[in-house]
Each structure stands twice: as structure tokens, then as C-alpha cells.
């Protein structure tokens, strides 16, 4: 059974559903993924403008950052925000040890329904326009979940990078 998904670039007309997106994640406790998630949506005209403002490299106004667009994952049946994913349209040495070209989450509450492997097939499309012809994913050590997720879409393993903090990091890359 396919699950009744599709990306749709943020909106106003998804205020009141991202805004329950946000409250259940932020409800869990969890660390919220990918980044993005994590700007308080409440001034949602602020926050949009946040999301569009480094979507391309004429817009990148801090070295650190590479362009990337945000995109929400939608229940077509339940007219619900299920995930968010930030597609990085190249990488630098960060995202290369331990970020990847694509970021991506689903909301605490609609886990283990197979959402992940939708979202992250659907990035990959994505990707694939924007011109990549390979993309990096990585995933910390002990989430065996997103490790399945990404080995399900064609994710090959290469290495294992460790953070700063020592955390470790899991790399794969998706020939697209």
C-alpha cells in the first residue's frame, strides 16, 4: 500500500497544521530534526521568511551556510504535516563530516508508519533536479531507524565520523 504523501513547499496555508507539528514534537522532549524544525513558528510570517531566506546562493550572506530549501511532508488523507525535510543543495566540510545534502524528521507521533522511507524517497527526487548526482546522508551511530530508512532508498555506507563533542556519526551516500 502506498502511503498518501507529497512535498509542498511551506506556506501560510499550513499555519495551524505546522504549528500542531511543532507543538507534538516539542512535546516529546526530543532534540527536533532536521534544524529548521527548531525555529519557534508562533510569528509565522517570520518564520517563513526564514525558511525561504537561504534557498539559494544569492542569498547566502554567512560563509558557514550553503543554500537549502525546506520542505513539508503532507498526509494527503489526513491533511496533516507528517515531516519536515531541508534539502542542502551542496555541501561544505560540515556537512560533508556530518550533516549530508538532506535533513530530515518525522513528527514523534507518526512514527513507524513508514513515513520516512516516503519522505526521504521524495527528497531524493528533489535532489535529483537540483542537479546532484549523489547525495550524503548520515545518521548518528545508535538510530538504527534512520540507518534503515536510509539504507532502504540505496543508501551505501562509507565511514564513520566523529563530532566534536564525540558524538558519532554515521556517513552513507545514494547514487541518484
Not at 36 to 43: A, N, S
Request: glycine share 6%; hydrophobic share 35%; with cysteine.
Amino acid at each position: 500500500m502506498q502511503i498518501p504523501v507529497r512535498l509542498v513547499k511551506p506556506s501560510a496555508n499550513y499555519k495551524d497544521e505546522y504549528i500542531s507539528f511543532y507543538e507534538d514534537w516539542k512535546s516529546s522532549g526530543e532534540d527536533m530534526v532536521p534544524w529548521v524544525v527548531e525555529k519557534d513558528p508562533y510569528d509565522f510570517a517570520v518564520m517563513l521568511n526564514f525558511l525561504y531566506s537561504q534557498d539559494s546562493e544569492d542569498k547566502i550572506i554567512d560563509e558557514s551556510f550553503v543554500p537549502h530549501s525546506t520542505y513539508w511532508l503532507i498526509n494527503d488523507d489526513l491533511q496533516k504535516i507528517i515531516g519536515v525535510v531541508n534539502v542542502r543543495h551542496k555541501l561544505n566540510v560540515k556537512l560533508l563530516n556530518s550533516g549530508g545534502h538532506i535533513g530530515y524528521g518525522i513528527r514523534p507521533s507518526e512514527r513507524r508508519k513508514g513515513y520516512a522511507s516516503a519522505l526521504l524517497a521524495l527528497s531524493l527526487e528533489l535532489t535529483k533536479k537540483l542537479g546532484l548526482e549523489k547525495v550524503l546522508l548520515v545518521c548518528d551511530k545508535d538510530n538504527y531507524a534512520s540507518e534503515k530508512t536510509i539504507l532502504k532508498n540505496g543508501g551505501r555506507f562509507e565511514s564513520e565520523y566523529v563530532e566534536d563533542n564525540g558524538n558519532i556519526v554515521r556517513r552513507f551516500w545514494i547514487q541518484l
